[in-house]
């Protein structure tokens, strides 16, 4: 949609984005919208931008995610700074969830945290998952990974 690389390109810059290894530059979104589409054609799934159902507004960004070089497939979730708090994140990682289990099959899934983020540990604890261990990416550090329940128990 249109106003989703503004509201993106607002999220990289801001201190929030240390979550996932920024802050950046705003002119930078629209290189990352186009990395998420190509996901969609390469892996056949992706992460969905989560929207407001009444207004269309971009909340944040949330779905099965799987980079080359990560150790497995993940539930992402990103909000921005005007959706936290209302259970928008919850929602959108409980649904990637449901829909990589449900469709695309898969068995486990885990979600890798940047330590310190408190906010994305709550969530993770609360969608019932558990923290495995640690995985040490070349760019991102250190991340911790934290397994969710497989799919009997969702």
Known sequence: MPGDEA???AFLESPRSAGVGGPFKAS???TRLMT???HWHLRGYGRWMVADKKTDAPL???GPFFPNDWPEPEIAWTLFDSAEGHGYAFEAAFAARKYAYDVLDWDTAMSLII???A???ALAKRL???MEGVFTHAEFGSMNLW???GPEAV
């Open 147 to 149: 397994r969710h329940p």
């Open 7 to 9: 509201a993106y390109g």
């Open 128 to 130: 019932g998952c558990t």
């Open 115 to 117: 330590d310190g983020n």
């Open 36 to 38: 998420l589409v190509g």
């Open 60 to 62: 944040g960004i949330a």
């Open 28 to 30: 930078d979104a629209h």
């Open 119 to 121: 906010r994305s540990e």
